[in-house]
């Protein structure tokens, strides 16, 4: 099995945190938040990480190699006008690689904070696409939020525990069966089916909103649920965070 941590933003909303570094390398508890990443994937027992970075990539790419000795590294030249689907597949060749070995690959946000027990329930998962969410999301939203609905998004699941809708705006709580969390697998076996599926996607469409190198993951995401329904989700509650402002590094977990 192997990793991918998605690294090349900018991270606006933690200036001037950011102005000398990336925004995965804003320390959390005294930590980049890369760090914790990389400790939980590495502690799980997985050593074949890749870091697709962006914005200040040399700063990135020395820290990672001076302090955990990993060498896949990719860039986004384009981070500043793409998104988070458009880095992952500057890392095609990476994930072309895990097929040809038949590795497993888990995708990771670079802005969370997790712990190897999480990480070690993903790989338990047999699934062809698995996804974590947090079922205790709330409690966590209503420290970050005054209000948890003005940013949760739906996550709907089935009685089989395949997701069926996630990453739309949230109009009420019963559209919140978990939140997710920015950490999913992708079994060997169904990665030349995502890379396809990625690849004969209309270029000019617009999705949620947005154009086709600006799509969410979640957009992506929700495009495979519908086309192959085996999106099944991997339950946690807790014990992670997710830093999008200054805020949230006040945050206990």
Not at 182 to 207: C, T, V
Request: net charge negative.
């Amino acid at each position: 099995m192997r990793a991918i941590i998605l690294a090349a933003g900018f991270g606006s909303r933690l200036m001037p945190l950011t102005q000398n570094n990336p925004k995965c390398m804003v320390k959390y508890k005294n930590q980049e938040l890369i760090s914790y990443e990389i400790q939980a994937l590495k502690g799980a027992g997985i050593d074949e990480i890749a870091i697709v970075g962006g914005y200040l990539f040399d700063i990135l790419k020395n820290f990672i190699q001076e302090r955990f000795g990993l060498n896949h590294f990719y860039i986004n030249e384009n981070y500043s006008s793409t998104n988070m689907l458009y880095t992952l597949f500057c890392a095609r060749e990476f994930l072309q690689t895990c097929i040809k070995d038949k590795q497993d690959l888990i995708v990771s946000y670079a802005d969370i904070v997790y712990f190897k027990d999480t990480i070690e329930l993903l790989k338990k998962a047999k699934d062809p696409l698995a996804i974590v969410i947090d079922e205790d999301w709330k409690k966590l939203w209503q420290r970050r939020f005054e209000n948890p609905l003005e940013d949760a998004e739906t996550l709907k699941i089935d009685k089989n525990n395949f997701i069926i809708e996630l990453g739309k705006k949230a109009q009420n709580y019963d559209q919140i069966q978990g939140q997710y969390i920015g950490l999913f697998k992708i079994s060997s076996d169904f990665l030349s089916s995502f890379i396809d599926f990625y690849d004969h996607l209309d270029r000019n469409a617009l999705y949620d909103g947005k154009d086709f190198n600006n799509m969410y993951m979640t957009s992506f995401l929700q495009a495979l649920i519908d086309h192959f329904h085996n999106a099944k989700v991997v339950r946690i509650q807790g014990n992670w965070c997710e830093i999008d402002f200054k805020s949230d590094l006040e945050i206990q977990i």
